[in-house]
């Protein structure tokens, strides 16, 4: 005890000594570093006096400031950042940042600035140098905003984030002409009228997220870069019919209620488009009418303009050479309409996943898209334009889990040359076996993946398959192999992955119809692989052949295991693993010798330990907390046994005995005479 408080003393003149007089000036409350003093959180109800007159930056977040005099900054001439953020701040004195002409940065989320905003703007507009203010979490409506922000033109950046304004036009962002980044994000707003952003000339990121807007119509910010108008109600999004090239780099339109794939600008720069979440289908399948046009009236002032798009035109969205990251997942699309993908020829991300596609049909060269989602579609029929002009060349990636195919593309491997990584889980799909054939016939019945030279890691989760035939995965180099959840799979033994063994580093053979006879075509040719999965099959004993591997991570949960081997971690096995899961097997309380040797080896982390339970006379008991009891009744087990012996040796010897007693009565006469006879031939006498 006397040793702790004495390092913990000694800590503390360390910090005082060292730390305190070297990188810190003193101060009672405020921590000073450079020209920055750190006045965060201390309760403090006004700026303090006596910090060095040169301070450049004052952090005086999360404290007790109320009001900003006049004076409270008189001495800091040279202040150029000042955070007063989370202060309960509801006003600043008009006069208090007059002797603090340079101040660039100013941060006051989350006060209560709406309280007395008139003074507290004409407090704003003295300062000439201002390039960032943080006006977030104030309450403030547009009228107060318009108020506060109208004289700031050194302005580069605002953040009015939750706040309550519902309605913008162009009286409220008049003068910020170098303003560039504007963060509009949980307001109420649900109208943006024609020309509101018209004098930011150099605005490069408007966020607008989280806000009520029913649709973007003529949308003209030619100059702007990001655009983030995600989380609103948006069901059109309509660029203006403009002929100038639009800046626009990124757009999200998540989480809205697009019923249309938006109208983008016809020239564009755009890389990123985020449409995940909306509503979107195309219809020209449904509306085979050439003449619909869709009509939209937009009211300035007193002036009703009608624009009339063509609907039904669906590659109206213009070409898109840039874009290279397409998220459309969650939506409601059931075709892709022809020649979609005409132009996108950086596209390399796309996301379609959980919509309602039944068919696909990818003719245009993809050249450059790697990573492909279909997961969670309808899909029967895929069909991909393999040939001399390969349609996917650099794909590596893709994800067709949850669709309804039974197979893949014919020859699709040996065409998309560069392939690691295929999901095909939860398709109703068949692995050709060793002799089946595919040649010939467009959609072919199973899916061949022997050849697949390229593919490192493959899912087969639940497709329901067959029992696997002997080399149907001959010639690929499989480093992940997930077969888990098809009961029949290997109901053959462990053949069907011989050709795989030696590249396999991470295998799942969660319930694949294992057994305890099967089990024994071994695992000794498994020399890579750090995790195996051998949960749900009806194993009755430890795989021998594990012994030798060197796992790291082994799940044995639910099999019909009555006790683990003990030499089990004496082995390979027991330098290399990491993590156990042993849980759900019926192991046998009164033989947990491996159990104790397992838990007292520090190296190995039992997952599931306090679900692991065991069996005493059909009860089930919890392996880690075995009562004294039940211990001890084992032990009584043992000497009954003894006991059972004796009382079944008991009855023999006591019936020896009786019947050499019967002898002895019966024959006393004879016997006897024969002793005395005896005694007296050997008489002396
Ligand atoms: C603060 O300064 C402003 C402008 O200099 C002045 O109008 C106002 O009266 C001053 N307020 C106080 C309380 O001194
Ligand atoms: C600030 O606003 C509050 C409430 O709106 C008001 O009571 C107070 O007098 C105002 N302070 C000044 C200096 O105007
Ligand atoms: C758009 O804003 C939301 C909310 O702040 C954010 O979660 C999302 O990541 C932003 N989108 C982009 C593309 O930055
Ligand atoms: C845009 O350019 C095309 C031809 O390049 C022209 O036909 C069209 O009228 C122009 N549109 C506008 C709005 O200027
Ligand atoms: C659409 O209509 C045209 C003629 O009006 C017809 O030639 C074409 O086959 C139709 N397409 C579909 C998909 O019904
Ligand atoms: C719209 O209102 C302006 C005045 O506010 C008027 O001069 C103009 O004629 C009106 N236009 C129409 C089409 O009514
Ligand atoms: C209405 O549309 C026409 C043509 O599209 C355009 O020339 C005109 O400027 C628009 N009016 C307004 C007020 O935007
Ligand atoms: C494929 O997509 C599904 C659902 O979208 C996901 O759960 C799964 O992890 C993905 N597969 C891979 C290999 O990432
Ligand atoms: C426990 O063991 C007994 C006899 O070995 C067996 O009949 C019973 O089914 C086992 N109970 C459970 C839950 O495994």
Redesign the pocket.
């Known amino acids: 005890m006397a040793l702790v408080t004495l390092s913990i003393f000694l800590c503390v003149v360390f910090v005082d000594t060292e730390w305190g007089s070297k990188l810190t000036a003193d101060h009672s409350l405020c921590k000073l570093e450079k020209r920055s003093a750190d006045c965060n959180g201390r309760w403090l109800g006004s700026v303090p006096v006596d910090l060095p007159a040169e301070t450049e930056e004052l952090l005086l977040d999360a404290n007790v400031i109320q009001t900003l005099r006049n004076t409270s900054l008189g001495q800091y001439q040279f202040l150029q950042s000042l955070r007063l953020c989370k202060n309960g701040l509801?006003?600043i004195e008009p006069g208090a940042f007059l002797s603090s002409r340079s101040l660039s940065f100013l941060f006051l989320a989350n006060n209560a600035l709406f309280?007395?905003c008139s003074?507290t703007a004409a407090a704003l507009w003295s300062l000439p140098a201002l390039r960032k203010l943080d006006l977030s979490g104030n309450q403030l409506t547009e009228e107060m905003v318009a108020t506060l922000i109208q004289q700031l033109s050194s302005l580069e950046s605002l953040s009015l984030a939750r706040n309550a304004i519902m309605r913008l036009d162009d009286s409220h962002f008049k003068n910020l002409f170098r303003l560039q980044d504007l963060d509009l994000q949980q307001n109420y707003i649900f109208e943006i009228e024609i020309g509101t952003f018209e004098s930011l000339h150099r605005l490069q990121y408007l966020n607008l997220a989280y806000n009520y807007m029913p649709c973007i119509v003529d949308f003209d910010l030619a100059q702007l870069r990001v655009l983030n108008v995600s989380n609103n109600r948006i069901e059109w999004f309509l660029a203006a019919e403009y002929n100038a090239t639009f800046e626009l780099e990124t757009l999200d339109l998540s989480h809205n209620r697009l019923l249309f794939f938006p109208l983008l600008p016809r020239l564009n720069k755009l890389q990123t488009l985020l449409l995940t979440h909306n509503q979107m289908n195309f219809y020209g399948k449904l509306f085979n009418d050439s003449e619909s046009t869709l009509h939209l009236q937009s009211l300035y002032g007193n002036v009703t303009n009608v624009t009339i798009t063509n609907l039904w035109e669906e590659i109206s969205h213009g070409a898109l050479p840039f874009l290279s990251f397409l998220d459309m997942s969650w939506n409601q699309v059931r075709y892709l309409p022809e020649r979609f993908f005409e132009g996108m020829v950086s596209l390399t991300h796309l996301k379609l996943s959980h919509n309602c596609l039944d068919t696909l049909y990818i003719h245009e060269l993809l050249n450059s898209l790697v990573h492909l989602d279909l997961s969670y579609n309808q899909l029967m029929d895929l069909q991909i334009s393999l040939g001399p002009a390969v349609t996917l060349p650099n794909l590596r990636w893709l994800n067709l889990s949850d669709n309804r195919l039974q197979a893949l593309p014919a020859e699709m491997f040996t065409h998309t040359a560069k392939i690691t990584t295929v999901d095909l889980s939860h398709n109703p799909v068949e692995i050709c076996a060793l002799h089946g054939s595919t040649t010939g016939g467009t959609s072919p019945s199973c899916t061949e993946f022997r050849n697949a030279g390229s593919l490192r890691n493959l899912f087969l989760t639940g497709c329901g398959l067959k029992v696997l035939g002997s080399h149907v995965f001959r010639s690929t180099s499989l480093e992940h192999l997930d077969l888990s959840d098809n009961p029949s799979a290997l109901l053959g033994g462990l053949v069907s992955l011989q050709n795989v063994a030696p590249s396999l580093q991470v295998l799942s053979l969660r319930n694949t119809g294992l057994s305890a006879a099967s089990i024994n075509a071994d695992f000794a040719a498994f020399q890579k692989l750090r995790n195996l999965d051998l949960s749900e099959n009806s194993l009755a004993s430890f795989p021998e052949s594990l012994i030798g591997l060197r796992l790291s991570i082994l799940d044995l949960r639910r099999n019909c295991l009555n006790s683990l081997p003990q030499h089990v971690m004496q082995n390979q096995l027991g330098k290399s693993l990491r993590m156990i899961y042993l849980s759900q097997n019926p192991y046998d309380c009164c033989s947990l010798e491996w159990w104790d040797a397992l838990h007292s080896r520090r190296t190995v982390h039992i997952a599931d330990m306090s679900q692991v339970t065991c069996n005493y006379s059909s009860r089930l008991i919890s392996a880690a907390n075995l009562p004294e009891s039940i211990l001890q009744s084992c032990r009584w087990l043992s000497v009954d046994i003894v006991l059972l012996y004796l009382v079944m040796a008991l009855p023999t010897c006591l019936a020896l005995l009786v019947a050499f007693a019967i002898i002895f009565l019966t024959f006393r006469q004879q016997i006897l005479q024969m002793v005395k006879s005896r005694y007296r031939t050997s008489s002396p006498y």
């Open positions: 509801e006003l309280m007395n003074m």
